[in-house]
Nanobody, 127 residues
Framework: QVQLVESGGGLVQAGGSLRLSCAVSGRTLSGNTMGWFRQAPGKEREFVAAIKWSVVSTYYSDSVKGRFTISRDNAKNTVYLQMNNLKPEDTAVYYC????????????????????WGQGTQVTVSS
């Protein structure tokens, strides 16, 4: 059974940085696209970033492009989200997720196509 565990959330002032980690157990990551999503109170879950199995291919939502960086360490079965220049509107619960299709060759930001999820980690950015 696949388990995803996020960590690294917290409270930070606007302009600050946080690094989220997602440790995966139960299977190897090497063939799967991994994604980060977030959900703010009263809002739908939205795509943040994803990294394909080939590692060199990443994609981001427009709202975080240039500020967030997704990376992965397949040897450690861990995915990271480096978040810089944080804004109050980045406040949300952040989730990592594993895509259902191995060796995916096209970008996919649809959360319904990610079939394994972590429990989430809270990120709060104060103004």
């Amino acid at each position: 059974q696949v388990q995803l565990v996020e960590s690294g959330g917290g409270l930070v002032q606007a302009g600050g940085s946080l690094r989220l980690s997602c440790a995966v157990s139960g299977r190897t990551l090497s063939g799967n696209t991994m994604g980060w999503f977030r959900q703010a109170p009263g809002k739908e879950r939205e795509f943040v970033a994803a990294i394909k199995w080939s590692v060199v291919s990443t994609y981001y939502s427009d709202s975080v492009k240039g500020r967030f960086t997704i990376s992965r360490d397949n040897a450690k079965n861990t995915v990271y989200l480096q978040m810089n220049n944080l804004k109050p509107e980045d406040t949300a619960v952040y989730y990592c997720a594993l895509h259902q299709t191995p060796f995916l060759r096209v970008p996919d930001t649809n959360p319904t196509n990610f079939n394994s999820w972590g429990q989430g980690t809270q990120v709060t950015v104060s103004s």
